[in-house]
Nanobody, 121 residues
Framework: VQLQASGGGLVQAGGSLRLSCAAS????????MGWFRQAPGKEREFVAA????????NYADSVKGRFTISRDNAKNTVYLQMNSLKPEDTAVYSC???????????????WGQGTKVTVSS
């Protein structure tokens, strides 16, 4: 599975962005998909994850109520809608594919390159 993330950019605090992660292959719906982020000087952290059929969704506490993960299996794409952005959301955001919805990066098998999100105050 190859993953390609896009949609990052510069936005003011309180604004919104939608990230997309396009996947190759015909088995996309079998994979749980996750979004992670890494700020400069910090470790990679879990943001959100969704199961193959969208029946299970999990969010980090820091983004609950502001971010929404979704997927379109017909388009082999997972999305991360980010609203009410804060400067502390500034990071490189990466998508990943794995067999289970999980918060641990090590449980994901495939990773896309990151897309940078910068939130100005």
């Amino acid at each position: 599975v190859q993953l390609q993330a896009s949609g990052g950019g510069l936005v003011q605090a309180g604004g919104s962005l939608r990230l997309s992660c396009a996947a190759s292959g015909r088995t996309f719906s079998r994979y749980a998909m996750g979004w992670f982020r890494q700020a400069p000087g910090k470790e990679r952290e879990f943001v959100a994850a969704i199961s193959g059929g969208s029946g299970m969704i999990n969010y980090a506490d820091s983004v609950k109520g502001r971010f929404t993960i979704s997927r379109d299996n017909a388009k082999n794409t997972v999305y991360l809608q980010m609203n009410s952005l804060k400067p502390e959301d500034t990071a490189v955001y990466s998508c990943a594919a794995g067999s289970v919805v999980a918060e641990r990066p090590s449980l994901y098998d495939y990773w896309g390159q990151g897309t940078k999100v910068t939130v100005s105050s």
